[in-house]
């Protein structure tokens, strides 16, 4: 029997999630919201289903066993607590919340109700970067560096930090979850962040125009990860681990370069992170298995917690941040 799946958000990365589950025989798409009711209903038209503009009426009105939410950062709480109240499983697009004080009231009822739940954190399941984290195993990590530079999203709440929580809570939680998955969790943060351009091109313009965050992790490594929006033309991430023996650069989602001792390799990506993701999060909901969700909502509120520690950190001046200070 199929998995019933509803969309929340039919916008952008949401097009990527409605590509892949469309094409898995085991997934069946049936009802779509969004706040603009015309690209629910193109939804509909194109996959097969129901439109709606009020989640609730969706949830009510709709015999669903999971959710894909795609919504902006602001906008989850709500429906997360409405699907645990339902007993619906749910692929969540990263980040799961703006802040950790409404991640975590979702997570504690996530577990009551014991439901599956993966966060779309695709370069875990890309095979450059499982290989990368296989050849990091066994040697002692002392260094990471990871960048992502770009330019701003042409979507208005994404330039406002109360909707967005920033470039690196809305961008870079893509690299900051590589290094965590890459190389182990982070105990505390330091950060710096400079807001003197952008906010003179838009006047609701509040988030850091670049930000630089210096990490040690609970294994006794230390990074440093930038990320910046003022680059206009040019787009650009990747993740650098540097270990006894071993050095690893990941390209984005693109594919490693590594020197060793044996000399220099490279490797390109050959699973995509989006079909892959799609693929456990419906495996999981029909058998149960949670062996390959290896993002779930309690890990991905820890990759928002190092965030917000970078944005506390600024806002305080440079200020050590401790995660478990965050975590409670």
Same mark, same amino acid.
């Given at each position: 029997m199929s998995v019933r799946i509803g969309f929340i958000g039919t916008g952008g990365i949401a097009q990527s999630h409605l590509q892949t589950l469309s094409g898995n025989s085991d997934?069946?798409?049936?009802?779509?919201?969004? /706040?603009?009711?015309?690209?629910?209903?193109?939804?509909?038209?194109?996959?097969?289903?129901?439109?709606?503009?009020?989640?609730?009426?969706?949830?009510?009105?709709?015999?669903?066993?999971? /959710?894909?939410?795609?919504?902006?950062?602001?906008?989850?709480?709500?429906?997360? /607590?409405?699907?645990?109240?339902?007993?619906?499983?749910?692929?969540?697009?990263?980040?799961?919340?703006?802040? !950790?004080?409404?991640?975590? #009231?979702?997570?504690?009822?996530?577990e009551t109700a014991g439901l599956t739940t993966l966060v779309a954190y695709k370069y875990r399941w890309e095979d450059h970067v499982q290989k990368g984290r296989d050849m990091l195993a066994d040697h002692t990590i002392g260094l990471v560096f990871?960048?992502?530079?770009?330019?701003?999203?042409?979507?208005?709440?994404?330039?406002?930090?109360?909707?967005?929580?920033?470039?690196?809570?809305?961008?870079? !939680?893509?690299?900051?979850?590589?290094?965590?998955?890459?190389?182990?969790?982070v105990q505390r943060v330091q950060a710096f962040g400079t807001?003197?351009?952008?906010?003179?091109?838009?006047?609701?313009?509040?988030?850091?125009?670049?930000?630089?965050?210096? /990490?040690?992790?609970?294994?006794?490594?230390?990074?440093?990860?930038?990320? !910046?929006?003022?680059?206009? #033309?040019?787009?650009?991430?990747?993740?650098?681990?540097?270990?006894?023996k071993v050095m690893v650069d990941v390209n984005g989602g693109e594919g490693i370069n590594w020197v060793d001792q044996d000399g220099e390799g490279e490797y390109e990506r050959q699973v995509d992170g989006y079909q892959r993701e799609a693929e456990v999060f419906v495996e999981a909901v029909m058998t149960g298995d949670r062996?390959?969700?290896?993002s779930d909502y309690a890990d991905a509120v820890r990759t928002l917690a190092v965030t917000e520690a970078t944005n506390l950190s600024i806002e305080n001046g440079g200020e050590v941040v401790e995660i478990n200070d965050i975590l409670g």
């Open positions: 997934a069946q798409l049936i009802a779509y919201c969004d /706040l603009d009711l015309e690209r629910a209903q193109k939804a509909a038209e194109e996959y097969g289903g129901n439109a709606y503009r009020d989640f609730e009426k969706m949830l009510d009105g709709e015999e669903l066993d999971a /959710l894909v939410i795609c919504t902006p950062p602001f906008a989850h709480g709500d429906i997360e /607590l409405a699907a645990c109240e339902q007993g619906l499983h749910m692929l969540i697009e990263k980040p799961v919340a703006v802040s !950790t004080d409404v991640a975590l #009231k979702i997570l504690e009822a996530v990871g960048n992502f530079w770009g330019s701003i999203p042409g979507v208005g709440w994404w330039r406002v930090k109360s909707q967005s929580g920033g470039q690196m809570i809305e961008q870079a !939680t893509h690299i900051v979850d590589m290094a965590r998955f890459m190389v182990g969790d807001l003197q351009a952008m906010n003179k091109v838009y006047p609701d313009f509040d988030v850091w125009d670049a930000t630089v965050a210096n /990490l040690e992790f609970t294994n006794g490594a230390v990074g440093t990860i930038s990320s !910046t929006c003022l680059s206009e #033309k040019w787009w650009q991430s990747s993740l650098r681990v540097i270990a006894q062996s390959e969700v290896y």
